[in-house]
């Protein structure tokens, strides 16, 4: 009966531990999203060490409670005070993890240290392009275009090529590459690429007032190869990020084309010669 008992009382403390650490850990986790809120008012702030701080201090609470409720059972009391030990912590965490999810927690804080992407860049990453929308212990969360999430470990991250379309400069430049026939007129063919470029709405003029007293072009477009079939041209087109870029690239493909055809310039398919021997 006595047995019982204390059987019953560990059972009740458990579950008050149990329920104090998923309140706590809810409460810090609604507190945390609050500031978060207020602190993303200001554009200029960078969310990302915040973001990753707030599932450190929630996996810690979850680590505490866990640590609390092993020592009321007197089997577990020994890993209880492992866990709450500040060595024992990472010994037995060490023990009990695998070597890729300390591999991806390691690699996770080196991401938040020295940030080579922040929370909103966008990014490249083993040919997988979106917007980065959290970074916490174990992975970083992307979305691309299509509102998919893409899931990456940290440690895969690490070993990665990154390309951060956001990082210290947002300016995107598009290169519209067009082949036209030899028989077309060239001169006339990039008139009209300068034209369509320069009077898109989303072109932007990236020229410093020296390049302006150099008088170097609003836009530039050169011939860039002769191929089998076509002569290749290829005009510089500026915009202030990523998505205005693409819809602009877009847009000027169209009203080339359109303007190419009011021209007469031939836009060709592939052609070959072929020589018949006797």
Known sequence: MIDYLKDFRI?????????????LGAIT???????????????????????????????VIYILGFAFALIQIPEFKIIGHSFLAGAGVISLVAGLASQQALSNIVSGIFLVIFKPFRIN?????????????????????????????????NSVISNQ??????????????????????DSDVEKALEIMKEEVAGHPLFIDTR???????????????????ADSCVTLKAWAWAKNSTDGFIMYCDLL?????????????????????????
């Not at 059972?11 to 309140?23: E, K, L, M, R």
């Not at 951060?164 to 300016?171: A, F």
């Not at 410093?208 to 477009?221: D, G, R, Y």
Request: with cysteine.
């Open 254 to 278: 169209q009203s080339i084309k359109k303007r190419f055809d009011e021209a007469d310039i031939d836009i060709p398919y592939p052609q070959r010669v072929v020589t018949l021997k006797k």
């Open 29 to 59: 986790d609604k507190v945390l999203r609050y500031f978060l809120y207020r602190k993303l008012s200001n554009k200029e702030y960078d969310a990302t060490g915040f973001r990753f701080l707030k599932h450190l201090i929630i996996t």
């Open 121 to 153: 860049d966008k990014i490249t990453i083993n040919g997988f392009v979106g917007t980065v929308e959290d970074i916490n212990l174990r992975q970083v969360v992307l979305k691309d275009a299509e509102n998919n999430r893409i899931i990456i470990p």
């Open 161 to 182: 090529i990154i390309v951060n379309t956001n990082m210290h400069d947002t300016k995107c430049c598009k290169i519209i590459e067009i082949g036209i026939g030899y």
């Open 208 to 226: 410093t007032a020296e390049n302006k007293k150099q008088k170097i072009p609003l836009v530039v477009a050169r011939v860039v190869a002769l």
């Open 11 to 23: 059972g009740v403390f458990i579950t008050i531990i149990a329920i104090v650490t998923i309140a």
